[in-house]
């Protein structure tokens, strides 16, 4: 079973840094080729927040263009979201989710649990 855990949230304050953590197990995670983060503030919808596929440049939400990139580290079979000046309305549920691309294992959509980001003075 594929599983992605994510880790690093927490309690910023407005400017600072956040360093999210994301791995994978249960794949080769060169087939777990397509990984992003999401985020989910309360009463609201769960939005795209970043994208990395395989080696190709991430993709990210306008809203945190210039202030997060997201990396991948094959060798610990990790993604990471660098989150930096980060605001107020960056706070929220922050989630994990690998998928592939490959035909064989393109019934994986694999989800974390969440980790809690809040941005506040």
């Known amino acids: 079973q594929v599983q992605v855990v994510e880790s690093g949230g927490g309690l910023v304050q407005p400017g600072g840094s956040l360093r999210l953590s994301c791995t994978a197990s249960g794949i080769m995670f060169r087939y777990l080729d397509i990984m992003a983060w999401y985020r989910q503030a309360p009463g609201k919808q769960r939005e795209l927040v970043a994208e990395?596929?395989?080696?190709?440049?991430?993709t990210l939400a306008d809203s945190v263009k210039g202030r997060f990139t997201v990396s991948r580290d094959n060798d610990n079979q990790a993604v990471y979201l660098q989150m930096n000046d980060l605001k107020p309305e960056d706070s929220a549920v922050y989630y994990c989710n690998g998928r592939s691309a490959y035909r064989a294992f393109s019934h994986v959509d694999s989800w974390g649990q969440g980790t809690q980001v809040t941005v506040s003075s």
């Open positions: 990395k596929i395989s080696s190709s440049p991430e």
